[in-house]
């Protein structure tokens, strides 16, 4: 008889379990994975995908508005948000019964029921313990709120993808990625929006440049931005709710949504019966192998609070697939992973910052290209893009592109590899321009441009 009932029990069927679980499948590994909520997890069932099918939903506002400089005779048509939704959810339910499908023919064994680990070698799941050579937890993040009166009357990303109508306004706390997402998808569909942040621009860590741009660009599409200010109680009251923010000011609107973080999931998870503790963002610490302090228990994606992509944590899951079950010891590179904030306009971006790259290297040349798009020269859309390369002045090599505008995301995949083969200004500047486009800007750019203001 076998020592374990599986070589491989993975916590948490979402993007990055369900990659580990197949990968090590493959490899001929006996795997069972455990999801208490629905396969897909954040990414496929209440983040990245419901949420980009929402913002394709908004874009499309854009283009009804515009197609009037082209000769079309324009009206905005009427949108039907009980429509969307119940279209969106016949999408996730297709994409969720993709991956139960895969987990299946992959040969993996699914429990349906939340995963607790009882010793370092048995996970209890519905009242069913199951024993296992190797433990992995990959249960990923949920919003977290901040400690103000009344914040259980705000959604958070997670209601946002299935309100019962659409709000007339909506204030949003935070201005961090689902803040600034949910204010493009929310003022594109009709609603007004204001976005309550405490600090001074939208998007920590992104580069100055792009997100004071992207502040300009949303403040022109009608979403208010309120800086320095923190909510402090919210009440419900008969047409909505009304904020109070630390200086006694009343914000009113119909829906309050926080997007104020997430933290990673550990609850429940009987960390504490095998002496896992969690670092002070109450992520569970990993090394380089995704290893816990327990040998045969790995953490991967979000719950390990390293880069919370949904990549990153497939990258991760097959790294250690690789690593434990193939014989093939793998770490991923957390360099030069190109990211995209779907943003109504949208922002792309690889590499370091010029803030960061200014602290990292003695010498930092930066060239921008700020225009107007093409499109909006005959749609009379009063909307720029913003394109900014930062380059060490030493070797000349990219170390950091940067854009806001139209297109950004899909342009930003092809950049990362640009990035990751080492790349200097000098092949930039040989490599032949697309035109007319605006990607072409990136290869264009002659005149370095002074220290941002900023920094
Ligand atoms: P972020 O960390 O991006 O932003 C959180 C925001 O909430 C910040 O503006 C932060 O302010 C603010 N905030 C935090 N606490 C409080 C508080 N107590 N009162 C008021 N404001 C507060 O988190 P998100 O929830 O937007 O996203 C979580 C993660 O999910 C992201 O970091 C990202 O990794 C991932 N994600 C990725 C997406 C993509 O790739 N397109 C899309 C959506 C999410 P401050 O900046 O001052 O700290």
């Avoid at 515009?66 to 009206?75: Q, V």
């Avoid at 977290?144 to 009166?149: A, D, W, Y």
């Avoid at 394109?387 to 000349?396: N, P, R």
Wanted: hydrophobic fraction near 40%; aromatic fraction near 6%; charge should be negative.
């Amino acid at each position: 008889m076998a020592e374990y009932d599986f070589d491989l029990f993975t916590i948490g069927a979402g993007s990055g379990g369900v990659a580990a679980s197949r990968r090590a499948a493959s490899f001929g590994a006996k795997v069972a994975i455990c999801e208490g909520s629905r396969v897909g997890g954040t990414c496929v069932i209440r983040g990245c995908v419901p949420k980009k099918l929402l913002v394709y939903a908004a874009q499309f506002r854009d283009g009804f508005e515009d197609s009037a400089g082209y000769g079309w005779a324009s009206h905005t048509p009427a949108f039907d948000w009980e429509t969307l939704i119940a279209r969106k959810d016949k999408e996730i339910d297709r994409l969720n019964g993709i991956y139960i499908t895969m987990l299946k023919n992959s040969g993996v064994t699914l429990f349906e029921g939340n995963g607790r680990i009882i010793d370092a070698h048995t996970v209890e799941v519905a009242g069913q313990r199951h024993t296992a050579r190797t433990i992995l937890i990959a249960t990923g993040g949920w919003p977290s709120l901040p400690p103000i009166e009344g914040i259980e009357h705000a959604a958070t990303s997670n209601e946002a993808l299935h309100l019962p109508s659409l709000p007339h306004s909506v204030l949003i706390l935070g201005g961090g990625y689902i803040a600034v997402e949910f204010a493009g998808i929310f003022r594109g569909l009709g609603a007004e929006v204001t976005l309550m942040i405490r600090g001074d621009d939208l998007l920590n860590g992104f580069d100055d440049d792009i997100r004071i741009e992207l502040a300009k660009e949303m403040t022109k599409r009608g979403i208010t931005i309120i800086s320095r200010c923190k909510p402090e109680k919210i009440v419900q009251g008969p047409g909505g709710y009304t904020v109070t923010d630390h200086m006694g000011r009343e914000h009113s609107a119909g829906l309050v949504l926080a997007a104020t973080g997430r933290r990673p999931n550990t609850k429940g998870l009987g960390l504490e019966s095998v002496g896992i503790a969690l670092d002070d963002k109450g992520a569970i610490p990993v090394n380089e192998w995704s290893r816990t302090s327990v040998d045969n228990i790995y953490a991967i994606g979000d719950v390990t609070d390293r880069m919370a992509l949904t990549p990153i944590a497939i990258a991760e899951g097959r790294a250690l697939a690789e690593t434990l079950f193939n014989d093939n010891p793998t770490t991923i590179s957390y360099d030069n992973v190109p990211t995209a904030v779907f943003s109504i306009p949208p922002l792309g971006t690889v590499g370091l910052t010029e803030t960061q790259a200014r602290a990292k290297f003695a010498k930092v040349d930066i060239y921008k290209a700020g225009f107007r798009p093409m499109k909006h020269t005959m749609s009379g859309r009063d909307e720029r893009v913003l394109m900014k390369l930062v380059v060490d002045g030493e070797s000349q090599r990219v170390l950091g592109c940067h854009m806001m505008g139209m297109d950004a995301p899909e342009m930003m995949q092809a950049l990362g590899i640009a990035l990751n083969c080492g790349a200097t200004k000098r092949d930039f500047d040989r490599t032949i321009a697309l035109h007319p486009s605006t990607a072409e800007e990136f290869v264009l750019m002659r005149e370095k441009a002074p220290e941002s203001k900023t920094l």
